[in-house]
């Protein structure tokens, strides 16, 4: 059995797998292997395994500070 489609998030990659929470058929990309969750479902809840793009701790205040 193929799964044959685009991905229903960006509709311009072809169907990796299926979100196991909301069942869409989404790409490589908005396919999340280790929790089988599209990436919709994995920002809804609040889990993004590698995804650095907002979220970055960095220590505040330690940077240039010469008085
Ligand atoms: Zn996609
Ligand atoms: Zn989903």
């Known amino acids: 059995m193929s799964v044959s ?3 229903e998030i960006c509709e311009s990659a072809t169907v990796e797998d299926s979100c196991k929470r909301c069942g ?5 990309k908005h396919y ?10 994995l920002a809804e809840l609040g889990g993004r395994p590698t995804d650095d793009g907002e979220k970055r701790d960095y220590p505040d205040g330690v940077d240039e500070y010469q008085f």
């Open 32 to 41: 999340d292997r280790e929790t089988g969750l599209c990436t919709d479902c």
């Open 5 to 7: 489609g685009l991905c």
């Open 24 to 28: 869409r058929l989404v790409c490589e």
